[in-house]
């Protein structure tokens, strides 16, 4: 009869003994981790001072780019950021000027007992301003130059391929027309 529970006991043993092995190993990560948090705190390093950079004056500014071949060198000419067409960066931004003009809708005009024509814009939030000519709309300095009873026409300063601007006329249409 022992003979045939033997298989049994010694199954019986062999799982004790893991189990034993198991509950000493997780003991022993406990106790591990109790003495790591008894430990006191390390203080932290203070951040690095920051060092000054002098300031470097590029000179070299009036000469041939380095990053253009100079076959359009000679075809770029003068900068036309320089004399040409520019933004106004000293003018204050008016509040339609910070909208792309995909974002603003057109809503039609309204005219003053004086004559002078007002064209409705809406915001994208749904709020309604008025323009007139004169005004700018838009990220590109686009001022207005027409307004119609159908659309607004106006001239924006764009970026060219040669780091200078050029002007592009742009429009504004109504939904509706």
């Known amino acids: 009869m022992i003979i045939q529970k033997l ?8 799982t004790v003994l893991l189990m ?4 000493d190993r997780i003991g022993m990560a406990e106790q591990a ?12 390093d203070p951040p690095p001072k920051a060092e000054l950079v002098e300031d470097f004056v590029y ?4 000469q041939r780019s380095p990053f253009l071949p100079p076959s359009l060198v000679n075809t770029q000419g003068p900068s036309t950021s320089i004399d040409g067409v520019r933004p106004d960066i000293t003018r ?7 909208y792309e003009l995909s974002q603003l809708v057109f809503r039609g005009v309204v ?5 002078q024509r007002y064209a ?6 749904g709020s309604v301003a008025s323009v007139k000519v004169g005004d700018y709309l838009g990220v590109n300095d686009g001022r207005i130059v027409e307004i119609t009873p159908t659309q607004i026409n106006l001239i ?3 970026p060219d391929s040669r780091a200078g601007f050029v002007e592009k006329p742009q429009s504004l249409v109504s939904p509706i027309s």
């Open 7 to 14: 298989p049994m006991l010694l199954a019986l043993g062999v």
């Open 111 to 115: 005219v003053s007992p004086e004559g």
């Open 59 to 62: 000179s070299a500014s009036a």
């Open 92 to 98: 204050v931004k008016e509040p339609l000027e910070q």
């Open 20 to 23: 034993t092995g198991c509950a």
């Open 120 to 125: 409705l814009i809406q915001r994208p939030d």
């Open 156 to 158: 924006e300063i764009v």
């Open 33 to 44: 981790m109790a003495d790591i948090r008894n430990q006191p705190a390390k203080p932290i």
